[in-house]
């Protein structure tokens, strides 16, 4: 941070700041390149089925966990239902995908769509309240919408609007939710997924990086002070709203061709708040952030039930002291924790050495 | 110019604004008077916050309480709030930009505008650096940028030198000397920084209690007998 301020107190020139923006954008994006190559080339070489499966799941819900920290981190409205929501996508791809032929990318597309309305449909009351009260209405929604699927429970390509059939042929076998053609197999199910996850990421940073982004950090730092700069508030926060739920659409009509057989049991309600914790945990402020919460919602549990053979419950007061820590003392999260940690022990390694060595034994 | 009249605003049972009538001619106007006299009120009337019990303000020929609060920066009026308000997570540079990017000025214009600005209020911190990491000085300056950038019509400044010590005082007071004919905007600033006021306004109001009691050349208002019993009365303690 240093040396450009001083650099431009000389001389505030414009080419030294296109270029210094350039070079740190480059050093961003070849580090998305290196890990797009290792999710997409390396992890599939060397790990087994239930561990591909697992990272499906993971770049799932990094998608979900994108759209929390989008309206939470950026906007600042609280959102403890989307997992919920993320339910919500999954019935309307399952339904759609039953119900229709369209290809799989018009079917990610559709879902994200109607569950950007949906979503909008929800957040255009919800711009009233704020901080707490949203999070609340936010919450029982996520409630209401567990005990609906409950009641109906996903549709197995039946008839009607809940498209569930209960009785016939359907009962004993229920063909799974389609996966795209050429990506059937669980690896290539696995590439897919990432992909459209990277897209979503891109979708997000795309906004971020441009003028919904600078209205929705405004907004996030005051309302007054945004509404004086000539920010229609109501249209950004609905915007923000519409993105963060055609997001966790498309990532609810991935998750539905990835189970195939998508049961109201997998969406519970207390799900929304672990997402919001693990969210937090990996940090709202960074897109790095999502990925990592999904990997604490995911990867964490896969290792702890299927591979450690702890129990899984140990998870939640994991994530209750990692929140925690979070709220008392780094609200950037892992992402914005994690480097300046490392950069500290690193200076405390190259410093102390000797130091270490010497006094105590 | 902006023309003020018979301006009253009423919140349960307390009237911060009874009746005003006043002229701001072009220029820099100052706006002083106690705590409490009804000066930030009157800034947002001006921005849109509170809506008046009755009054009109017409600014360059238009009535400006006909406007959609967000839509009075696009018409060209800026302001700054006495807490500041820079954006903590964005750049210095992203600050600035999104009020241009609001202001309806043009996009190819966007980023020697902004550089522009940030030159004007002399801001040395790098463009890329984040305002949550800057200091005092600093943020104030960037949000004088802010108030300055997309060609604004009428700039509110609410106690701009708040807090800051005088030799940066005496900077800030530079930019905002400058800012009539280098911008091309009106100013109204208002401050308890007599030295401030009197440096930078050509004529200024004096309001107490929510009613103007003088208004005219600066140095001739700040010799005015009800200005003076006005700020002794309740600012000596002080």
Redesign the interface.
Known sequence: MEAPSAASRDRPSAPRFALDLDRRTLVRIAAVAVLLVLLLVVAPEVLGTDWIFTFTSVAIYSVVALGFSLLYGRVGMISLGQVALLAVGCWIGTRLAYASAMPFPILLLATGAITCLVGVLVGLPALRLSGLYLALITLILAGATTVILGVTDFPNGGGGFIGRSATGSLTTSTPPVRRPEWAESDVGYYRYVVVVAAIMFLLGLVHVAAKPGRAWASIRESEPAALAAGVNITLYKLWAFGLASFMTGVAGCLLAAEIGVPRAITFQTQDSLTLAATAMIGGIFSLWGAIVAGIFNQLLPFLFQAQWGFNANLLTILFGVGLLQVLLTAPGGLADQFPKDMAKLGRLIRQGISRLRGPKG | MIDVKGLTVRFAGVTPIDDMSVVFPAGTCGLIGPNGAGKTTFFNVM???VKPAAGTITAFGENLLKMA??????WG???T?QTE??????SV??NV???H???GAKRSTR?ADV?AA??FVGL??????RVG?LGARERRLVEVA?AVVGSPRVVLLDEPAAGLPDEETSHLSGVIQRIPDDIGAQVILVDHDMSLVSACCQTTAVVDFGKLIASGPTAEVLRNEHVMRAYLGTEAEV
């Open positions: 921005s849109g916050f609060d967000f839509r009075r920066a696009r009026v800026r302001r709030f308000m820079a954006i903590e997570q964005l540079f992203d930009a999104m009020i990017e609001h202001s980023r550089l940030l030159e040395t911190a790098s463009p890329r650096a990491v802010r």
